[in-house]
């Protein structure tokens, strides 16, 4: 058995209490958050007589086998690196950090304590992407990889006042998804943001974004948070065009493919976990001596990278190089840090690729 600190007792971190719950091998032992009552509102709705608490550092003096941070994006660096500094594995939800620098410092912090941070990036993790992938790979890999992603969501708050709004809130999902299906890492992207005459956002709730990845394949990305009608699933709508025919996942439960001739073939889905479940699996599997799970800061980092250099090239007008990206990010990591985390961020070889 074991016990999980659940850090931030909003919408998210309930999700992941229930989550927590559902196995037999790992517990809530206690939950925190910053906002009177909501830590304890969450416990009492489960019927949980456990420790709540407003205070990490008393939450982390009890004692874990894994702080869950699901707290506000803002609040992961400081939370995640005080469980770190504790020596309790973290489980983050996305994203691992607002930034790249941030991510990097937090990877290199994780190598110098010699404990795991992951991100959960919930979206990688479902029987239809998983088919889709498969249905690529049995065509030979996509060199061109296509989704859509259009939604119309009234959030209201911070959302409606964001700059980027669809890039820095929502298109990690997307972004993070592209990667799991190439199987590659980006090195370039050029972005334009914008916001359509009638949308209730403040900021840029729509953006084209064509990324160029590291085995030479293209991944295009077309979002809008204002489209009404015709709603894409909330994956997007995906295309795959590769050596030995197509692929499409409509981001649900459909994934056909088709080669050169022949009849169009519906794919089987498995059965395996999904979203949080599955994200805690490969956690717990990792702890256990397992493989690292698919978002370990080391890699994932490439998903944060992917926003960050999106919304650089959209201010700019410019095609913008991940190189560039992490070289920025490394110098004003360094600046922040000091010790043996900083002699990491020198050594240079982060984020590994
Ligand atoms: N994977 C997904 O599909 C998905 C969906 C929604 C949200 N999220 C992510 O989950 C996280 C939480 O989102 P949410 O919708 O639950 O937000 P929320 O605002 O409902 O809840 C966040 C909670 O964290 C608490 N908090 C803030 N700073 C804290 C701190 N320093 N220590 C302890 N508690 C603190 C807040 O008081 C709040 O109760 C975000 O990172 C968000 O991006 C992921």
Redesign the pocket.
């Known amino acids: 058995m074991r016990d999980v600190i659940v ?9 992941w209490m229930d989550t927590i719950a559902r196995r037999s091998d790992t517990r809530v032992s206690a939950i ?4 009177p009552g ?1 830590a304890e509102s969450a416990a009492g709705e489960r019927g949980w007589d456990i420790p709540t608490l ?1 205070s ?1 550092d008393a939450a982390l003096r009890l004692g874990a086998d894994v702080v869950l ?8 660096v ?2 995640s690196s005080a469980a770190l500094r504790a020596g309790i594995p973290v489980l ?4 691992v950090t607002p930034t790249v620098h941030e991510a990097l410092a937090l990877a290199a912090l994780s190598r110098a304590t010699g404990v795991l941070l992951a991100a ?4 990688r993790h479902s029987a239809g992407i998983r088919a889709f992938k498969d249905a690529l790979a049995g065509l030979g890999g996509a060199a061109q990889l296509h989704t859509r992603f259009f939604q119309n969501p009234r959030f209201g708050g911070f959302r409606d006042r964001m700059e980027h709004p669809l890039l820095v ?1 929502m298109a990690i ?1 997307s972004f993070d998804q592209a990667r799991f299906l190439l199987d590659a890492e980006p090195a370039s992207v050029y972005c334009e943001a914008f916001n359509p005459g009638w949308s209730w956002y403040r900021g840029a709730a729509a953006a084209e974004a064509v990324f160029r990845f590291d085995d030479g394949s293209r991944f295009s990305y077309s979002g809008s948070w204002c489209a009404d009608g015709l709603t894409t699933s909330w994956n997007g709508e995906w295309r795959g065009s590769a050596a030995a025919g197509t692929a499409t996942w409509d981001g649900e439960g459909e994934v056909l493919a088709q080669g050169r001739s022949g009849p169009v073939a519906s794919a089987a889905l498995d059965a395996e976990p999904e ?2 479940d599955a994200a805690l699996d490969e956690f717990v599997a990792a702890l256990d001596g397992g493989p690292a799970p698919s978002g370990e800061i080391h890699r994932n980092v490439w998903s944060v990278a992917m926003v960050e250099a999106s919304v650089t090239s959209a201010r700019r007008g410019a095609l913008v190089s991940f190189a560039e990206v992490f070289a920025e990010a490394r110098q004003a990591a360094i600046a922040r840090a000091d010790g043996e985390v900083a002699d990491l961020l020198r050594a240079g070889d982060l984020p590994v690729g």
Do not use: C, F, I, W
């Open positions: 850090v931030g007792a909003g919408a998210m971190g309930r999700a925190v958050d910053v906002m909501a407003s990490l941070n699901v707290t506000v994006p803002e609040a992961h400081d939370v983050s939800e996305k994203p959960s990036q919930s979206r809130d999902h979203g949080l």
